[in-house]
């Protein structure tokens, strides 16, 4: 199982970028799947998911309205659009897949993602 995660660059304060994140070795749909980020001294977390059992998106709050989660089953690659960057945008970003779910993670913890790919580095300048 890999994912690769691509697109990341520098982009200006209120500019745009697209991440993709090609999955190999398994098939994106149905699994949770989602992209998370961590800046430097920070810890890693969720961006936004989409479920295993439906399409809903989950967006965490600092990128709800600007972000966009989306998936093409047919080519397996998973995209995030990014609108409206800030520099707390800054961080690098990366695509994880949950096969399984296991009961002491709650949905969109970073624990709770077995598989992950190497991130894709996001600099946003003001």
């Known amino acids: 199982v890999q994912l690769q995660a691509f697109g990341g660059g520098l982009a200006q304060s209120g500019g745009s970028l697209r991440l993709s994140c090609a999955a190999s070795?398994?098939?994106?749909?149905?699994?949770?799947i989602g992209w998370f980020r961590q800046a430097p001294g920070k810890e890693r977390e969720v961006i936004s998911c989409i479920s295993d059992s439906d399409d809903n998106a989950y967006y965490a709050d600092s990128v709800r309205g600007r972000f966009t989660i989306s998936r093409d089953n047919a080519k397996n690659v998973l995209y995030l659009q990014m609108n409206s960057l800030k520099p707390e945008d800054t961080a690098i970003y990366y695509c994880?897949?949950?096969?399984?779910?296991?009961?002491?993670?709650?949905?969109?913890?970073?624990?709770?993602?077995?598989?992950w790919g190497l991130g894709t580095l996001v600099t946003v300048s003001s």
């Open positions: 994880a897949g949950r096969m399984f779910r296991e009961i002491k993670y709650g949905d969109y913890d970073v624990g709770g993602f077995q598989y």
């Open positions: 070795g398994f098939t994106l749909d149905p699994y949770r």
